[in-house]
């Protein structure tokens, strides 16, 4: 059914017209344009359509789009503020962890998620809060470094 | 953003996009130094062979393979691509220190077929070892030529001259100086001149661990796939596709996609497709279609698919023998006689295939997720009947290729519903359409006949390896009687049920797994230890060097670590690079579940170009190998593919990862080799050795689940 749904994208006031069922990776892709989003799988099975819903990072190939209405969305193009990457973003770039990179942004809004619930996880903490997070390339050992660096950065609170 | 005309593949942010047509490049002639390689023993090594279905080799009357223009930016124009494996950063290091620039002035056009020379694919892990030594050829070439320049303008002898970060100067007085952007300005160069390639000891970027050049596109959102692209009025294709491969449409009934708003169904003989500017709303309309298949019969399965290929090989070809069999076996105090087996494993990249195809006039201009853009030029032009001319292909990054994305059925789909749609088009495959139009490793079976003497030593070596094919088939241990036979070939032709193709090192996964499984059994038998029973049969000083490498850095030692847990090893030669790889593992006896623990892998690959993107790789292949020693197989009943998603298909992930330590031996004066597949050969091999040494119980069959091991616990 097609309804008015209004959300926060990025920081921005979003309105649209839709069918509010769509799943909001497609809305996002194909409506609004915002790529950096990926599609994976399509059955919430690997993560790489991963996007922030308030603090929380959900698998938008999953979500109605009706569903985030009134909610403030983070897509890996809004994680970067000012111009100024986000610590996570640093680490990866640092620690060299990613290959082919299409797995990347759901991967940094994931552990953005876990660093909000957990800011010093463990190695183990780390390995489960991201072990339905798939990447191919087989960038995982970098990947939880890219995860502690961040985490330590960020202990300053940023 | 303007998506319209996303024509460039450029990392760096220096201002406006590098849009240009071929005629377009031949006119900058005027304006900046394009260097044109004509032929040369490189290139002839580079294609010889592997000229592509239009005869085409690396061309050789119109090769640039590198611009200096006027603002001192190079450009590098290959026909490779990016997808992951990192070209992007170690070819941008190769041309930066033969032509004595510094990294970040070099930016990186890739697999765009009207700028790039032509290429056969990127695969193989053929980029540094063929295509790199073209470049810096050219690299060094302009370098000489920048050189003459130089000496005119500065009027000095060239060998009084030295070049640092794109300035000439003169090495007794630096005040005399000219800079590359200043000798490019209005300059026409069409002449060559002899130029050495630099020497170890003259590198400064080559050999220098250099960190991704495309990880901040990446990391923000910002790098695109062919997903991404979206010209004005693009619509979203959606396939009908059939139950199982083979099966042909007897009737389809497409009204109720028809009343799906928005929804746009068209038909091209079995090309039945729905069309929508939103993906999901196609999809949906898809599923409103009622089709009807004719199947045909179901054959072989997962289980009874290895009788089959064996029943149907062809008489086997001749890898390499020497001695004589008969004279070996009669030396033996013991015979050994094993089956190995492996299954069909799927390429499964995160990123679907995915191309967008877009006619204007005559001209047709393709963005694909694809590693043969060449090849996909070409299929375009066939389908569209068109000249190949008028067809460009542009590669955005790949999100992940694997020896997959060769094939182009995705781009042939959106080249032909573009036309009949008359607008520009995507097709983006789902994962269950990924898991069924993919060209599987194939399954593959290897017979060994083996001995030992009395003393301990190989008496004989009798090998059979149906469908793996021979990459990787041949032994390098020292044993004087030997045969290695490839029945099939590796990618079947015929013998499977549906499409086969390479996998990431292809065959020579399944050959090291088998041989290094029957090593080891002999090494047990003998009551040798696997490092020294290996050594004792090996003369080839790279492989006892890098053996000798993982073993040190490992700690290895003969004791058993602890219950349940054992450490194994596997040798392997893939693309000119040798690897040795150490593993230990942990058994879980009551499930048969296994885990691996740590990995150590030693790698000798000559002379590494960016030991940071070569340790990745092997990073990468070794948890990759992971997947196909433990979980991954697909499951398929006749032609029909059961596995659809990641839920049943199981590839690595965070939990599996072991330690991984990697070494890389140095051999800086040899020529480079492969990176991106050797240290996966491996993988099958040392898991399946650990095993055995952790349980004494010996699986034959990859990948190892849980059911095998258990089977092969029971018969210990």
Not at chain 2, 320 to 327: A, E, N, P, Q, V
Request: aromatic share 6%; net charge negative.
């Amino acid at each position: 059914m097609e309804e008015v749904v209004r959300f926060t994208l990025n920081g921005k006031p979003t309105t649209l017209t839709v069918d509010s069922g769509r799943a909001l990776l497609w809305v996002l892709r194909a409506d609004l344009g915002m790529t950096g989003t990926k599609y994976g799988c399509g059955e919430g099975h690997c993560g790489a359509c991963a996007v922030l819903v308030g603090e929380q990072a959900v698998r938008s190939c999953m979500v109605p789009v009706k569903q985030v209405h009134g909610e403030v969305v983070t897509t890996i193009e809004g994680l970067a503020r000012n111009g100024k990457l986000h610590p996570l973003q640093k680490a990866f770039m640092e620690n060299d962890a990613l290959q082919c990179g299409f797995c990347t942004p759901g991967m940094i809004l994931s552990a953005y998620s876990l660093l909000r619930r957990n800011p010093r996880p463990s190695d183990a903490e780390i390995r489960e809060a991201m072990e339905h997070s798939l990447c191919r390339c087989g960038a995982h050992k970098r990947i939880i470094e890219a995860i502690q660096q961040a985490a330590k950065e960020m202990e300053g609170g940023s | 953003m303007d998506y319209d005309r996303y024509m460039e593949l450029d990392f760096t942010d220096d201002g406006p996009a590098f849009v240009m047509t071929r005629r377009e490049l031949l006119q900058l002639m005027g304006t900046g130094i394009i260097i044109v390689l004509t032929g040369g023993e490189v290139i002839a090594q580079a294609s010889e062979g592997r000229r592509g279905g239009s005869g085409q080799g690396l061309p050789e009357d119109f090769n640039a393979f590198l611009r200096i223009g006027e603002d001192g930016k190079v450009t590098c124009f290959t026909g490779k691509v990016e997808m992951g494996q990192g070209p992007i950063t170690s070819l941008a290091q190769e041309l930066a220190d033969e032509l004595d620039v510094s990294l970040d002035s070099v930016q990186m056009v890739m697999g765009d077929t009207d700028l790039c020379p032509w290429d056969m694919g990127t695969f193989g892990s053929m980029t540094t070892r063929f295509f790199g030594p073209a470049l810096r050829a050219a690299g060094a070439e302009a370098r000489a030529v920048l050189l003459e320049l130089a000496a005119e303008q500065l009027g000095r002898p060239v060998e009084q001259l030295a070049v640092q970060d794109g300035v000439v100067f003169d090495r007794e007085n630096a005040n005399a100086r000219v800079s590359y952007a200043q000798l490019a300005k209005g300059k026409r160069i069409a002449r060559h001149a002899k130029a050495t390639l630099k020497t170890p000891a003259e590198f400064k970027v080559i050999g220098k661990a250099t960190t991704r050049r495309d990880a901040l596109a990446k990391v923000t959102g910002a790098a695109k796939y062919a997903g991404d692209i979206r010209p004005s009025g693009m619509l979203y294709a959606k396939i009908l596709r059939p139950p199982a491969h083979g099966a042909t449409l007897k009737s389809v009934d497409v009204s109720g996609a028809e009343e799906v708003k928005g929804a746009q169904v068209v038909r091209d003989g079995d090309l039945v497709a729905v069309l929508h500017e939103h993906p999901d709303e196609a999809e949906r309309a898809l599923w409103r279609i009622r089709a009807e298949f004719e199947t045909p019969q179901a054959g072989a399965d997962d289980v009874s698919v290895f009788d089959h290929l064996v029943k149907v090989a062809a008489e086997g070809e001749e890898v390499s023998r020497g001695g004589d069999l008969k004279r070996g076996e009669a030396r033996a105090a013991e015979v050994f006689e094993n089956t190995y087996l492996n299954s069909y494993v799927a390429h499964a990249p995160i990123e679907p295939h995915t191309a967008v195809v877009q006619i204007e006039g005559k001209k047709t201009t393709v963005w694909a997720s694809t590693q043969t853009p060449f090849s996909a030029r070409d299929e375009v032009a066939e389908a569209l009947g068109c000249a190949r001319e008028d067809v460009r292909v542009i590669t955005p990054f790949l999100g992940g290729g694997f020896g997959g994305k060769t094939r182009n059925l995705q781009v042939v789909e959106a080249a032909r519903l573009a036309k009949l749609a008359g607008k520009p088009v995507q097709v983006a495959w789902s994962r269950a359409e990924e898991f069924f139009g993919d060209s599987f490793r194939p399954a593959a079976v290897v017979k060994i006949r083996s001995g030992l003497t009395r003393d301990g030593h190989i008496a004989f070596w009798d090998y059979h390896v149906y469908y793996a094919g021979s990459r990787g088939a041949e032994h390098f241990y020292d044993i004087a009687d030997y045969a290695t036979v490839s029945h099939g070939s590796g990618w079947g032709g015929g013998a499977h049920p549906f499409a086969t193709g390479p996998w990431r090192a292809p065959g020579n996964n399944t050959n090291t797994f088998a041989r290094e499984s029957q090593i080891d059994l002999m090494a047990a038998r003998a009551k040798a230890d696997p490092v020294e029973f290996r050594l004792r049969h090996l003369r080839d000083e790279k492989m006892r060097g890098v053996l000798t490498a993982a073993a040190e850095r490992f700690g290895w030692t003969s004791a058993k670590p602890a219950a349940e847990r054992g450490c194994g090893v596997a040798l392997g030669i893939d693309s000119g690079t040798y690897v040795a790889t150490i593993a230990e593992a942990e058994v879980d006896e009551r499930t048969g579940l296994v885990k691996v623990r740590r990995v150590v892998a030693a790698q000798n690959m000559g002379l590494v170009i960016n030991p940071e993107g070569a340790r990745i790789q092997m990073e990468g292949c070794i948890t990759m190998g992971l997947g196909y020693a433990l979980t991954e197989e697909i499951r398929f009943r006749g032609a029909e593919i059961l596995d659809r998603n990641f839920d049943t298909y199981q590839i690595p992930r965070f939990s599996w990862l072991p330690q991984i330590e990697t070494v890389l031996v140095e051999d800086k004066n040899a020529a480079p080799q492969g990176g991106g597949e050797p240290a996966i050969i491996t993988m099958g091999g040392v898991v399946a050795n650990a095993i055995c040494a952790a349980t004494g119980a010996r699986v034959l069959q990859l990948p190892m689940t849980p059911k095998r091991v258990t089977e092969a616990l029971r018969k210990r």
